[in-house]
């Protein structure tokens, strides 16, 4: 093959679309982590979980439910649990406790409180996310720079939400559908 030729070939592919080739990405499937002792089904729905009484600071917590290819899961079922602000767990009821859907853009928000930390854990959220039809990711979400997170044999940097100001995090979930 001669160079001119080779040069033809190599100028006519890079003319070719690359749409496929730059195909965005949303990364890695959001990291799986087991789901504790303290899981309960049938769990209310509602956005809401904080209880009234409670002297814990307010927490939000939103993002987006994404397929690996960016695109937002409408539906996908997101059950959250937590500690209360003394890092017990309600195994009677459903303090702390709800699922809710995400939007028609893959939106959800979580309006709860800072659950406290409690021996051997880091300050820990728990979460169960499923597009519809898809696989359950169970997974847990961590607070940055929080000084428990070092003992904590199951934190996970890349499980640590964006936090605005320590009352808003940011997550988005990346599933398998």
Request: proline share 8%.
């Amino acid at each position: 093959m001669t160079l001119l030729t080779r040069r033809r070939i190599l100028m006519a592919g890079a003319l070719l679309p690359v749409s496929n080739v730059l195909a965005q990405t949303c990364g890695p499937i959001t990291p799986r982590q087991t789901e504790g002792p303290f899981f309960k089904t049938n769990t209310p729905q509602r956005i809401a979980l904080s209880e009234p009484g409670s002297k814990a600071p307010r927490l939000v917590v939103a993002g987006t439910v994404l397929t690996r290819d960016c695109k937002p899961v409408k539906g996908a079922l997101l059950d959250f649990w937590h500690a209360d602000e003394n890092g017990d767990y309600d195994n009677r009821g459903y303090r702390y406790r709800g699922h809710q859907f995400s939007d028609a853009e893959g939106r959800y928000r979580l309006e709860t409180i800072l659950p406290a930390v409690y021996p051997g854990r880091a300050r820990h959220i728990h979460v169960k996310v499923q597009a519809p039809g898809g696989r359950v990711l169970t997974t847990q979400l961590y607070f940055p720079n929080d000084g428990s997170n070092p003992r904590d044999s199951l934190f996970q940097p890349e499980l640590a939400m964006k936090m605005a100001d320590p009352g808003r995090g940011a997550f988005d979930f990346v599933v398998g559908a």
